[in-house]
């Protein structure tokens, strides 16, 4: 039994990267684990600034998540801004936090690299993020590779201060499915919500036949035999298909004769089955928008208290609470 940890940005529509790299998984392990999962909202508010599309991206994806499995009872879900100590927290261990630390974020460089003007809270973002992991005392972080330098700043901020004020926080792990790596999007490149080549959790039928035709592949004759490890219609088939099933495709590639239009439809097919009997939960609650907010309301009035006691601890730690 340990303390499970992951949160998710509400910057766009959920798809199956953010699915099979973290939603599904932290959806496995809620009956045997301390399961703690929420929507980051402020870490959104760092690209999105159109009030409605952040209000309605949020619900979107606590919907979705609770239409995957996510029981709201037995976890803690809750929505990031619900639970205000959260950016106490993140001030204070921003005054513990060289900036050097933050300068070296790959995913800030990488931003910076694509043309956009970076706000102060995308530089602090990892500070954030660390907050949100070292309140409540997460063991565990079921994230994707992308993540796996975030994960290792909050542990540097952590030791760094539980070595200035003693054992204040437990020093966390990522916890990272290896045999998914990294999950390509339609165009070949990382799937990303902002790079617009996403195949989302909960595709209308036709959109989704689209996405899938339009999955790039390379163009050689149908006769030549295929490497199934470069391509990237393989690396979402093996996503969907049984073990067997994904054995006999590699085969069919190493011989050649296959065509991708074959494999597409036989893709789109799997897709489509595999979230049906979510898609229709998803419906349900599409139509019942209020009781979402309640059970986020619910969620973070459970959870509160747990942040409010890391941060008595960690004033008193600091000197911030000044009566002695
Ligand atoms: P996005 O890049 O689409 O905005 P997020 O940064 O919100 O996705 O990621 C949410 C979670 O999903 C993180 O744990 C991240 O590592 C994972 N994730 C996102 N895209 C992929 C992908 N293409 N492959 C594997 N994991 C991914
Ligand atoms: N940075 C994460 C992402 O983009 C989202 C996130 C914010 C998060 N706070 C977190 C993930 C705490 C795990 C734990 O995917």
Redesign the pocket.
């Known amino acids: 039994m340990s303390r499970i940890?992951?949160?998710?940005?509400p910057?766009g529509t959920l798809h199956i990267g953010?699915y099979f790299a973290?939603m599904k998984p932290m959806i496995e392990l809620q009956y045997n684990n301390e399961l703690f999962c929420?929507i980051?909202n402020y870490?959104a508010l760092t690209s999105i600034h159109d009030p409605r599309l952040l209000a309605h991206n949020t619900l979107n994806a606590a919907m979705d998540f609770i239409a995957l499995g996510l029981d709201p009872d037995k976890a803690h879900f809750w929505v990031?801004a619900d639970i205000p100590e959260v950016t106490e927290l993140s001030w204070i261990l921003s005054c513990h936090t060289g900036m050097g630390l933050l300068e070296r974020s790959h995913?800030y460089k990488d931003k910076i690299a694509k043309g956009i003007i970076p706000n102060a809270g995308l530089f602090t973002?990892?500070v954030?993020?660390a907050a949100?992991?070292l309140l409540f005392n997460?063991e565990l972080?079921?994230?994707?590779k992308?993540?796996k330098q975030?994960?290792e700043i909050?542990r540097d901020i952590a030791q760094h201060f539980n070595q200035m004020y003693g054992e204040i926080f437990v020093i966390p792990e990522a916890m990272i499915p290896e045999d998914i790596a990294v999950i390509p999007g339609i165009d070949g490149q990382k799937m990303s919500k902002s790079y617009n080549n996403t195949i989302n959790i909960f595709e209308d039928e036709t959109t989704l036949k689209k996405k899938v035709m339009r999955i790039v592949t390379d163009s050689q004759p149908l006769e030549v035999p295929k490497n199934p490890d470069t391509c990237n219609l393989f690396a979402l088939y093996k996503l969907f298909a049984e073990p067997e099933k994904t054995q006999i495709l590699r085969e069919r590639y190493l011989k050649g004769g296959i065509g991708y239009g074959e494999v597409k439809k036989e893709l789109f097919a799997m897709i489509w089955e595999y979230f049906a009997p979510f898609r229709a939960k998803r419906e349900l609650l599409e139509n019942n928008k209020h009781d979402i907010a309640s059970i986020l309301k619910k969620g973070a009035e459970k959870t509160r208290p747990l942040a409010i006691e890391t941060i008595k601890r960690v004033k008193e730690a600091t000197g911030l609470k000044y009566l002695i």
């Not at 940890?5 to 940005?9: F, T, Y």
């Not at 972080?141 to 994707?144: E, F, K, R």
Request: charged fraction near 5%.
């Open positions: 940890l992951s949160g998710i940005q910057s953010n973290m929420f980051v870490h990031q995913s973002y990892p954030l993020m949100d992991i997460a972080v079921p994230v994707g992308d993540q975030h994960l909050t």
